[in-house]
C-alpha cells in the first residue's frame, strides 16, 4: 500500500469528542500517522510483525500498522473512553487491533515493534512523561518509532544512548482543540524517530 492510500484510509478514523488537556490528548493527523508507518514499513518493522501503540488515542497508529499487514496490534491508552473510540475505529476500518486501558508504565509484553505518539510533556501534571513511554517502548520491543518536537534528537541521543536513531522531520497540522489555542491551525515542526536497541 501507498503512503498517500493510506493516509487516505486512515482520514476515516474518528477523533475523540472530549480530549483531556492535562493528558494531552492530541489526535496524530493522518498525513503524519502515515509518514511514521510508511517510514516503518519500508524498514521492514511492520508486516508480519507484532507491534505495540503505546498511548493509542483514537487508535490511528495501531489501525495503521494492521492496515500494513502486521501480524498482532496492541493499543494502549489509560482512558477507557478513548478505548471506546478506538474499538468502533478498527471496526469501521475493518481490522482487528486489540485495545486495552492501562497505564503505560504498568505494560507487560513482548513486541517487535512499538510505535507511538507520546505526550511530550508540555502540561505540568505530563513532566517527562515521554520519558517513561520510552522506557517501556524499549522495555517491550527492539524497535521503537516515536514522535517529538523538533530538535529532541540530543536528548533522545543521551536519554537512550543504547539505541541506534534515524531521524524523519516533518510537519504537524495541528487543529485547534482546546480553549488556550488561538489559531484554527497551526503547524509544528516535529520529527519521527526510529530507534533500535543496539
Request: charged share 30%; proline share 4%.
Given at each position: ?6 493516509a ?7 477523533d ?13 493527523p493522518?498525513?503524519?500517522a ?35 499487514g ?6 494502549i ?6 478505548i471506546?473510540?478506538?474499538?468502533s ?5 475493518g481490522?482487528e ?7 503505560v ?11 507511538m ?70 503547524f ?11
Open positions: 500500500m501507498k503512503k498517500k492510500e493510506l487516505i484510509l486512515l482520514e476515516k478514523v474518528e475523540i469528542t472530549e480530549p483531556d488537556v492535562t493528558e494531552e490528548q492530541y489526535s496524530t493522518a498525513t503524519v502515515s509518514e511514521l508507518l510508511h517510514f516503518a514499513f519500508m524498514h521492514g518493522d511492520i508486516a508480519n510483525q507484532v507491534v505495540y501503540d503505546l498511548g493509542c488515542g483514537d487508535g490511528i497508529l495501531g489501525i495503521g500498522a494492521k492496515l500494513l502486521a501480524k498482532t496490534v496492541v493499543g491508552d489509560s482512558d477507557e473512553k478513548v471506546e473510540v478506538a474499538q475505529n478498527s471496526k469501521s476500518l481490522v487491533v486489540s485495545f486495552r486501558r492501562s497505564d508504565r504498568e505494560v507487560k509484553g513482548e513486541a517487535d515493534t512499538v510505535v505518539n507520546p505526550p511530550f510533556g508540555a502540561q505540568r501534571k505530563n513532566r517527562h512523561a515521554d520519558r517513561f513511554f520510552l522506557e517501556k517502548a524499549f522495555e517491550l520491543a527492539p524497535v521503537v518509532y516515536s514522535i517529538h518536537n523538533a530538535g529532541s534528537e540530543s536528548f533522545l541521543r543521551s536519554f537512550v544512548p543504547h539505541a541506534a536513531i534515524v531521524r524523519l522531520p516533518v510537519v504537524f497540522p495541528l487543529k485547534r482543540r482546546f480553549w488556550f489555542h488561538k489559531k484554527e491551525k497551526k509544528i515542526d516535529v520529527d519521527i524517530y526510529r530507534m533500535e536497541r543496539k
